[in-house]
């Protein structure tokens, strides 16, 4: 089955610097790339999704870029704040939609004032 | 946007007892729910989908007998943990399936629980 692989595990960064998180995936099936925004006591919020005829999307200061022939795909977050730490889920699906996903071990991502 | 809720949000019991967990979809209805196992520091492990007016789906390695789902109404599916060991402590995690023309996961903020 699939299998996707998330890097680093924790990340800190200084407010107004970028934040870039990786994912890894294995089965080149894979078509559909949700990015889910965990925050504590909150359900987790898709924050931007990218599908397999797109290499990159963007959404004010969120980019997802996605290489499918290296099989990975990135979640840029640019003039970070405070309010963007959280703890961030990369997912990969063969169905083309939100309906089987496999997840990343997650990002917990602290933006330093 | 859509709101997931689950109840409750933290729960400890003891050892040999049933503990049983809802989640609810608020303002949409849902006809696929899915139940998630979340350990610390690790991704979201799916349990099962829940599909409303039939049985559930399990994964591989999942007790069913263990871990009952019930998705009575499109809005509602409770996950029972029965006979809880300490073992099973652990962060569960609820979703709901938006089908309409997005398809969309909608995630409920998910229950703490503890078995002592």
């Known amino acids: 089955g699939e299998n996707v692989e998330q890097h680093p595990s924790t990340l800190s960064v200084q407010e107004g610097d970028s934040a870039v998180i990786k994912c890894t995936y294995s089965?080149?099936?894979?078509?559909?790339f949700p990015w889910y925004k965990q925050e504590l006591g909150k359900g987790s919020q898709l924050i931007i999704d990218?599908?397999?005829?797109?290499g990159e999307k963007k959404d004010q200061r969120i980019a997802v870029t996605l290489n499918k022939t290296a099989k990975h795909f990135s979640l840029h977050i640019t003039e970070t704040q405070p309010e963007d730490s959280a703890v961030y889920f990369c997912?990969?699906?063969?169905?083309?939609?939100?309906?089987?996903?496999?997840f990343g071990s997650g990002t917990q991502l602290t933006v330093l004032p | 946007g859509a709101v997931v809720s689950q109840h409750p949000s933290r729960v400890i019991c003891k050892s040999g007892t049933s503990v049983k967990i809802e989640c609810r979809s608020l303002?949409?209805?849902?006809?696929?729910m899915f139940w998630y196992r979340q350990f610390p520091k690790k991704s979201l492990m799916l349990m099962a989908t829940?599909?409303?007016?039939?049985?559930?789906?399990?994964e591989q390695g999942v007790e069913k007998d263990k871990f009952l789902i019930n998705h009575a109404s499109l809005t509602l599916s409770t996950l029972t943990v029965t006979s809880a060991h300490p073992e099973d402590s652990s962060f569960y995690i609820c979703?709901?399936?938006?089908?309409?023309?997005?398809?969309?996961?909608?995630f409920g903020p998910g229950t703490r629980l503890t078995v002592l």
């Open positions: 979703s709901a399936l938006s089908g309409s023309g997005t398809d969309t996961q909608y």
């Open positions: 089965d080149s099936a894979s078509n559909y």
């Open positions: 990218i599908r397999s005829n797109v």
């Open positions: 997912a990969a699906s063969i169905t083309g939609s939100a309906r089987q996903l496999t």
């Open positions: 303002d949409f209805q849902a006809t696929t």
């Open positions: 829940s599909n409303e007016g039939s049985k559930a789906t399990y």
